[in-house]
């Protein structure tokens, strides 16, 4: 049973634009790490959100965690070219990850 | 310099086949996990070892089977090949194996084809 579900799954955009990735949840995560995956490698951490409210910026990223830590949003401000890639979000509970279901964003130029 | 490596990064093999795919990371980590991301990029765990003994295993069919022989060291083998098995296996690493703000390195991943 997959618990956290990321919305959109596909969003193909042009450069310069902005974005918004969700992942949401039932359950409540003692954090929640977002990923990037680039095609032929594996998830790369972008960042991990653990209090209720936080938001952390990378750059032109900005992370934020929900209230209540069982949602999570991606916002992405003048997309570039080489933000192309699979986003994963993983909630953190124990020594476990349950990862999203990934969203594939495409940036053209 | 690779922190966590895969071998062999595609393997294509017939139904039924008995084959292994190895994962060594240099991080000097205490935990390594094993994951299978399928067609759809849906990445689940399959299993977990902390200092070569078995934390988790996520519901996986018996063919599966991790060796730990030492803590920098996770591989597995799957025995009787099916095609449902066909997907990209990524090794990972973290620290301890716990905790809200581990980092999970992850390898290149070892894409399997079962024909």
């Known amino acids: 049973t997959q618990l956290l579900e990321q919305s959109p799954q596909f969003l193909s955009i042009q450069e310069g634009e902005n974005l918004t990735v969700y992942c949401n949840s039932s359950s409540v995560f003692s954090s929640l790490q977002w990923y990037r995956q680039e095609p032929g490698e594996g998830p790369v951490l972008l960042v991990t959100?653990?209090?209720?409210?936080e938001v952390k910026k990378l750059k032109r990223l900005t992370f934020q965690f929900g209230d209540a830590r069982k949602d999570s949003s991606l916002h992405i401000t003048a997309a570039q070219p080489g933000d192309t890639g699979l986003y994963l979000c993983a909630g953190v509970a124990g020594n476990m990850l349950t990862f999203g279901g990934g969203t594939r964003l495409m940036v053209k130029p | 310099d690779t922190a966590v490596s895969q071998t062999p990064k595609y393997l294509v093999t017939q139904m039924g086949n008995d084959k292994s795919i190895k994962c060594e990371q240099n991080l000097g980590h205490d935990t390594m996990y094993w994951y299978k991301q399928d067609s759809k990029k849906f990445l689940k765990i399959m299993f977990s070892?902390?200092?070569?003994?078995?934390?988790i295993n996520e519901t996986v069919p018996n063919r599966f089977s991790p060796k730990s022989p030492d803590k920098a060291h996770l591989n597995l083998h799957i025995n009787s090949l099916e095609l449902g098995d066909s997907a990209v296996y990524f090794c990972?690493?973290?620290?301890?194996?716990?905790?809200?703000?581990?980092?999970?390195?992850f390898g290149p991943g070892t894409r399997l084809l079962v024909l």
């Open positions: 959100v653990v209090t209720g409210g």
């Open positions: 070892y902390n200092n070569k003994e078995l934390i």
């Open positions: 990972a690493s973290s620290q301890v194996g716990g905790g809200a703000l581990e980092t999970q390195y």
